[in-house]
């Protein structure tokens, strides 16, 4: 079993195979869609428990799903989340229309309800989907980048094992994977024949669902230097045992 004390340093030098199970949490999203895929592709990932409200339509030997309409209480699968060593959180919404308390409670509320509970298991690795523009000091202008500031500074605070904040920029999507709401996706039709364009002239703002998905695997893998990964960091992380 994988664990981190005989995980070799973020270089990757010198590393042992070795094998984690995991849990990912918004696996039917357009990142979680990409996190799944590379998770079953991955020799390193034994296992994928996915829990969420909607099934991923998928079949797999290393996947097993738990559906459940409340995400945020997991009291009655609590005896079943223990031995994982890693949480890949992909959950979710854009803030656009919504109100402040309805945004915090789907993003602040939930995620920590999550985290809370996960992190009652030692050795625990929680990787959480934030986003370029998240403002740490939890007192800007921008309502949903204080709240995602002050659910990343809440999780850091957690005793996870280790616990790493990605924050992606523009993520084109790969591999068939499209997002949930049809006005995001018709919006990545139309980027994607330009996103080579776009990559070149702002590298440092954009990415895929297939790196963000590997770059997370490997840093629960093999840690990094970083507990907050800016979109050029990700980028940077080195896929692959």
């Known amino acids: 079993m994988w664990n981190r004390r005989n995980a070799a340093t973020a270089s990757g030098v010198g590393s042992a195979a070795k094998t984690m199970r ?7 999203g357009m990142v979680g869609q990409g996190v799944l895929r590379e998770c079953l592709r991955d020799p390193r990932v034994e ?8 099934a991923t339509g998928q079949r797999h030997e290393k996947l097993r799903e738990i559906v459940q309409a ?10 079943e989340l223990s031995g994982y060593d890693a949480c890949f959180f992909c959950l ?16 602040y509320d939930l995620t920590l309800s999550v985290a809370r509970t996960l992190a009652q298991n030692p050795g625990t690795t929680f990787v959480y989907v934030s986003g370029t523009g998240t403002d740490s000091s939890e007192r800007g202008r921008s309502m949903w980048a204080r709240v995602k500031g002050e659910t990343e500074n809440a999780l850091l605070g957690l005793p996870f094992q280790a616990a790493y904040m990605f924050r992606p920029g523009y993520i084109q999507p790969l591999d068939g994977i499209a997002a949930k709401t049809r006005w995001i996706r018709v919006i990545y039709a139309v980027a994607a024949p330009v996103y080579p364009i776009l990559k070149a002239l702002f590298p440092r703002y954009a990415t895929t669902t297939r790196q963000v998905a590997c770059a997370m695997i490997q840093v629960a893998a093999q840690g ?15 896929c692959g045992g």
């Open 22 to 28: 995991a849990i990912l949490f918004g696996a039917t």
């Open 47 to 54: 296992s994928v428990l996915s829990i969420g409200r909607t």
């Open 70 to 79: 409340d995400v945020a209480n997991l009291s009655a699968i609590q005896a």
């Open 92 to 107: 979710g919404v854009s803030s656009v229309g919504m109100r402040e308390e309805d945004y915090r409670r789907v993003t």
């Open 224 to 238: 990094a230097p970083k507990r907050v990964l800016e979109n050029d960091d990700i980028n940077h992380v080195r």
